[in-house]
């Protein structure tokens, strides 16, 4: 498998502009995740979804931000219009749910290789 | 809310030395999964080890393995026989009921000869 793919890898841009992440989760995974990473706050889960619903956006910074998973192969993040504060390394990652439903995934959430967005 | 400490920014080990990275949590539920995730300058993040609470028995990887301790909150990593590609950071994170994954601040682990 090739594990899941983010593009792009590098994003510059300047403020004001839209920006939009793409996600490729592994085949077969249910839960789909965004999280962001800054030196100042580290990671932090933005969103995720099971079977392409979103479940918990509490980590959304503002309405700015927004995600979408139209099917179970893709997902993306949109920030409009984007701030020099959005500056991050965005990852996506993925997971399965073992066993009954109810509990959200325990599973090992694998991650992509991540974005690079620099607004400047 | 569940939270995650790393109390060590910075370690340094020799190759083929054995270092230890210290992990603390605190949480009010009995069941829950612990990871370490490396992270290379690539930025990738690379699943390490996983160690399940009900589990008494410590996880193991070839050369990385846990010391849990449930009662304690307490989940170090140790690396032996350390290699120069184990140079990075080192976070290690909690999941419990809800589906996120709660990240310590990291540890940087250096690598010398």
């Known amino acids: 498998d090739a594990g899941v793919i983010q593009s792009p890898r590098h994003e510059v841009t300047e403020m004001g502009q839209e920006v939009t992440l793409r996600c490729k989760p592994i085949?077969?995974?249910?839960?789909l995740f965004w999280y962001r990473q800054t030196m100042m706050r580290g990671l932090e889960l933005l969103i995720y979804?099971?079977?392409?619903?979103?479940?918990?956006d509490s980590g959304m910074p503002e309405d700015r931000f927004s995600a979408k998973m139209p099917n179970a192969s893709f997902s993306t993040l949109k920030i409009q219009p984007s701030e020099p504060r959005d500056s991050a390394v965005y990852f996506c990652?993925?997971?399965?749910?073992?066993?009954?439903?109810?509990?959200?995934?325990?599973?090992?959430?694998?991650f992509g290789p991540g974005t690079r967005l620099l607004v400047l | 809310a569940q939270t995650v400490t790393q109390s060590q920014p910075e370690m340094s080990v020799q190759e083929a030395e054995t270092v230890t990275l210290s992990c603390t949590y605190d949480?009010?539920?009995?069941?829950?999964?612990l990871f370490w995730y490396k992270q290379p300058p690539s930025r990738q993040m690379i699943l390490v080890i996983r160690?399940?609470?009900?589990?008494?028995q410590n996880a193991t990887e070839n050369r990385f393995s846990v010391n849990f301790q449930k009662a304690a909150k307490s989940f170090s990593l140790k690396i032996s026989d350390s290699q120069l590609g184990d140079a990075a950071m080192y976070f290690c994170?909690?999941?419990?009921?809800?589906?996120?994954?709660?990240f310590g601040t990291g540890t940087r682990l250096q690598v010398t000869l």
């Open positions: 990652a993925s997971s399965f749910e073992v066993g009954t439903g109810g509990s959200p995934s325990r599973e090992t959430q694998y």
């Open positions: 085949s077969g995974h249910d839960y």
């Open positions: 979804f099971n079977n392409n619903v979103p479940i918990d």
């Open positions: 949480t009010s539920e009995s069941d829950y999964y």
């Open positions: 160690q399940e609470a009900y589990k008494q």
């Open positions: 994170a909690y999941h419990g009921t809800a589906s996120k994954l709660t």
